[in-house]
């Protein structure tokens, strides 16, 4: 399974990485002002929005907060200008780290991941430094529902192989109970409309850096990164991170405990 993959998983499993309920709203009203300011305040014209709002909602944000940050985006004066800013480095290790962030204030934002990573071992370095060990991409996930693992699994790769079929997607992976769907990033919205009209529960679509190699580590050691991850996505400011590590089934079970 992909570190990407993993990685997602831990989360979903741990309640977000365990972001209080608030600090979760925080940082979805700011993806939903970021994608305003790109595109516009009309969700049917505003992909990147429209996304953003649906998530929101799965959430269960209310409907008024929503609103009111997409008003915000739209021009409202007095409120901080807030902007996506991209930070590469290093988590311990070697593991080459990319932290998407929304903020407000970018002298914060870069001290508070600087320090997390210093005290953990890492260090942040400069625009580029590690970005070219990723691949730019549409991920798009399906979650598929169901009590029974085997019959989980067996849904599971018959979609997949539905999924193989539709124009643009290059890549199908099956990870547990979610068929992961990647294409070039210009093919992110039109993937993702004709996997919703196949009736597939579409739970993601969104960019991602896809690591074009793995880096393995002890079981050890990988959970010091893990942790480290954990902390840098605990900051308000941060949306995702993005890692070159490979997970091993002992450390997703091992971290999954620590919940």
Not at 131 to 149: C, H, M, N, Q, R
Not at 158 to 163: D, S, Y
Not at 166 to 191: C, M, N
């Amino acid at each position: 399974m992909s570190g990407h993959s993993k990685w997602a998983q831990i989360k979903r499993k741990k309640g977000v990485a365990d972001v209080r309920r608030g600090q979760l709203f925080t940082k979805l009203l700011r993806e939903i002002i970021v994608a305003v300011r790109e595109g516009g305040p009309d969700p049917d014209a505003n992909f990147r929005l429209r996304m953003a709002v649906d998530r929101a909602r799965r959430e269960n944000m209310p409907l008024e907060n929503i609103q009111r940050a997409i008003d915000r985006a739209s021009g409202r004066a007095g409120e901080a200008a807030i902007e996506e800013v991209v930070y590469e480095g290093y988590a311990p290790h070697g593991v080459a780290l990319i932290v998407d962030t929304t903020t407000d204030n970018r002298n914060r934002t870069v001290a508070e991941v600087r320090n997390i990573l210093s005290r953990g071992g890492g260090n942040l370095g400069e625009a580029g430094c590690v970005s070219w060990l990723f691949d730019v991409k549409a991920y798009i996930a399906i979650e598929v529902p169901g009590e029974d693992t085997d019959e989980v699994q067996e849904a599971a790769e018959a979609i997949a192989l539905q999924v193989m079929d539709v124009e643009g997607v290059q890549d199908v992976r099956v990870e547990g109970d979610v068929v992961e769907v990647y294409a070039e990033l210009a093919d992110l919205k039109r993937v993702r409309d004709v996997l919703t009209q196949m009736g597939l529960n579409v739970t993601t679509a969104e960019k991602t850096y896809l690591p074009k190699s793995m880096l393995a580590l002890s079981e050890k050691d990988t959970l010091q990164v893990l942790r480290l991850l954990e902390r840098i996505e605990e900051l308000d400011d941060v949306q995702r991170t993005f890692s070159n590590l490979e997970i091993s089934d002992a450390a997703l079970a091992a971290m999954e405990g620590e919940g």
